[in-house]
């Protein structure tokens, strides 16, 4: 079968620097993707990974690591803004759609 | 900026109704997806499209039914709704298997 977990609630400070773990079991592996959904609106794209190491995009990296199944976004310098849900969500070739883990709430406290 | 737009933010309909949810996309991708998502399950692929009058089931088809008759149009039809039903509705679209999909702001769907 196939598998993503993300812990479900995380909290950190302003200014802060934060991880948010997701692994995976699939077969067919072809890429991750991490995802950005404020409270009430829509998921927005923040990075895809299908080669291991790390992409970083300002404040945002995503890492992945093929051989383990692993995935992480870390946000530096926290705003209050980047309190949302982030999603990941795993690309396989054989059926070539996104299977998305439940997501990991993040709120960021003053 | 790509631009999915849901045709109603909130809508309330009554068991057994046949509903339709419309989303349409001006940027002439050619993949186009619904989701549902429920809280503690995440985002569940009920139907996609990679073309113009082509579906294909995702992960939990039972109950819905899409229709592809233009590029930028992918409407989701409940033939029958129920309580079950009652969900948050997500559109997207890419423009290929490799891209990013973009999200419209969703329909929060309640079935009485």
Redesign the interface.
């Given at each position: 079968g196939q598998n993503i977990d993300q812990p479900t609630e995380m909290t950190a400070t302003e200014g802060a620097i934060v991880q948010i773990n997701c692994t995976y079991q699939t077969s067919g592996f072809n890429?991750l993707?991490w995802y950005q959904q404020h409270a009430g609106?829509?998921?927005?794209?923040l990075s895809?990974n299908v080669l291991d190491g790390l992409e970083e995009k300002g404040r945002f990296s995503s890492f992945l690591s093929r051989s383990k199944g692993y995935s992480y976004l870390l946000l530096k310098e926290l705003q209050m803004k980047d309190s949302a849900s982030y999603?990941c969500?795993v690309?396989t070739y054989n059926t070539?759609?996104?299977i998305?883990?439940?997501?990991t709430r993040l709120q960021v406290f003053p | 900026d790509v631009k999915?737009t849901q045709s109603s933010r909130y809508l309330v309909k009554r068991t057994g109704e046949k509903v339709f949810l419309e989303c349409v996309q001006d940027m002439d991708h050619e993949n186009m997806?619904w989701?549902r998502q429920d809280p503690?399950?995440?985002?569940?692929?009920i139907y996609?499209s990679y073309d113009v009058k082509m579906k294909e089931k995702?992960?939990i088809p039972e109950g819905y039914s899409v229709s592809r008759e233009k590029k930028e149009r992918f409407s989701l039809i409940l033939e029958s709704a129920s309580t079950n039903q009652t969900s948050m509705y997500?559109c997207a679209s890419s423009p290929d298997?490799?891209q990013?999909?973009?999200?419209?702001?969703?329909t929060r769907l309640s079935i009485l």
């Open positions: 890429g993707f609106e829509a998921p927005t794209f895809y999603l969500a690309r070539d759609k996104l998305f883990g439940t997501g | 999915v997806f989701y503690g399950l995440g985002l569940r692929l996609f995702g992960d997500l298997r490799d990013p999909q973009h999200f419209g702001d969703g």
